[in-house]
């Protein structure tokens, strides 16, 4: 990663050079709190709101790979607008909500920015990217470069070879139910996810892989779940190994120059140089909402198949039993027993896909807390709920799921 040199406002000023000069009063402001230090899960609220939309220019965390847009933009025309039976200002209000993009059908039925942001901009994605991650062990299962889901994880990251995770399945990690002992504690600075990426690599090691091979295991392979952000940046080591690709390259060849995206992302890297793969693509909302579209048309990309068949339809299925009914979770995604299934990430990011109405529903926002347990990510839900109304009600269908 690159040293702070001068303070983050200071330094991405100078970036921005005569830029600067034309930026209104508000968007001056975002600038003077930008935060100077990497420790995201502890930035104020005001920090949050000023560099979520700039990630990839903080020279703190400046670090990036571009995942290139290229070719004929995938179309989003405008639908007939939706109607909800929902407090929307609201909720925009207490979400802190940046962006709503809700495409039904391949329309765009309603689109929605708020904190200054607009559809031009990228906001990063924090988890919303370990099911973008998946997506690439999909791509490398159908190219061959991973031979089976029960290969043995030490197949392909060589390093964790004489850890806990000799006996984990590339299937066991994508479901998180390796039994590796794991703290994803966000309010704990002591925790594994604080504390990993700050990890000095061992020589010749990935960052992530040197501490997690260090690691005890606390149940057998498979019988235990425990949400691990440090198992997806696991899972983009080990594509980057099978596939000899970095991971944000091998994501603009399979899927976001062929399918049509709008605009380059980029996803920030590890102090070693491989992708942070279970957080942190900045990317525009837009171009979010058409990953779930790709996601929901099977895969499908510059007309090729980009994963193999029946793929979503076995990664966005409950695999592991998370312990709130209803809910479980597929490989890297989170799923409801209703048939949708989500992309989640902290602060409020997320990718709704509701195949039987052909709905997808992106957002981003900057919640005051990092976890969405309890209000805010049962808030977001009732807006998810809300949206399925609209739709039936437009296609004159009862809609007693949608409640």
């Known amino acids: 990663m690159k040293k702070w040199v001068l303070g983050g406002g200071a330094a991405l000023l100078l970036a921005l050079g005569a830029g600067y000069l034309s930026l209104d ?7 003077a709190n930008l935060p100077t230090d990497r420790n995201v899960l502890f930035w104020s609220d005001e920090q949050r709101e000023a560099a979520f939309r700039a990630m990839d220019s903080l020279p703190v965390l400046a670090d990036t790979h571009t995942i290139a847009a290229g070719g004929a933009v995938y179309p989003l025309p405008k639908g007939e607008p939706l109607t909800l039976d929902f407090d929307l200002d609201a909720y925009f209000a207490h979400q802190r909500t940046a962006a709503l993009v809700v495409v039904q059908d391949g329309k765009v039925v309603l689109e929605r920015y708020g904190l200054g942001f607009g559809p031009e901009g990228k906001w990063t994605s924090f988890s919303v990217a370990k099911s973008l991650t998946s997506t690439m062990v999909g791509a490398a ?34 479901t998180m139910t390796s039994g590796v002992k794991w703290n994803e504690d966000y309010t704990d600075p002591e925790s594994d996810v604080a504390l990993f990426n700050e990890h000095k690599a061992e020589d010749g090691l990935d960052v992530t892989v040197s501490y997690m091979r260090k690691l005890p295991r606390e149940a057998p392979a498979g019988e235990k779940w425990v949400y691990k952000t440090g198992e997806t940046n696991l899972i983009g080591v080990l ?13 603009s060849e399979k899927v976001w120059k062929p399918f049509g995206m709008e605009q380059d992302a980029t996803w920030l890297l590890g102090p070693t140089g491989h992708e942070i793969s ?15 579209l790709f996601v929901m048309g099977g895969g499908f990309a510059g007309g090729k198949q980009v994963v193999p068949d029946g793929w979503f339809a076995e990664a966005a299925t409950k695999q592991a039993d998370i312990g709130a009914p209803g809910r479980g979770y597929g490989y890297q995604w989170w799923t409801y027993d209703d048939g949708t299934f989500a992309a989640q990430g902290i602060f409020g990011q997320g990718i709704f896909i509701d195949p039987a109405r052909k709905l997808v529903i992106a957002s981003n926002s900057n919640w005051p807390v990092a976890s969405g347990q309890g209000t805010f990510g049962e808030e977001r839900l009732e807006l998810y709920h809300a949206v399925q109304r609209a739709v039936d009600a437009l296609a004159g269908k009862p809609s007693d799921e949608a409640t």
């Open 25 to 31: 009063k508000d968007q001056r402001s975002l600038l």
């Open 278 to 292: 279970g957080c942190c693509v900045q990317a525009a909302t837009r171009d979010m909402a058409r990953f779930g």
């Open 141 to 174: 299962l159908r190219d061959g470069a991973i031979e089976s889901l029960d290969d043995p994880v030490t197949k392909y990251i060589r390093g964790l070879k004489g850890s806990a995770y000799d006996d984990v399945s590339v299937r066991q990690l994508l």
């Open 239 to 251: 594509v980057s190994e099978a596939t000899g690709r970095p991971l944000a390259e091998y994501l």
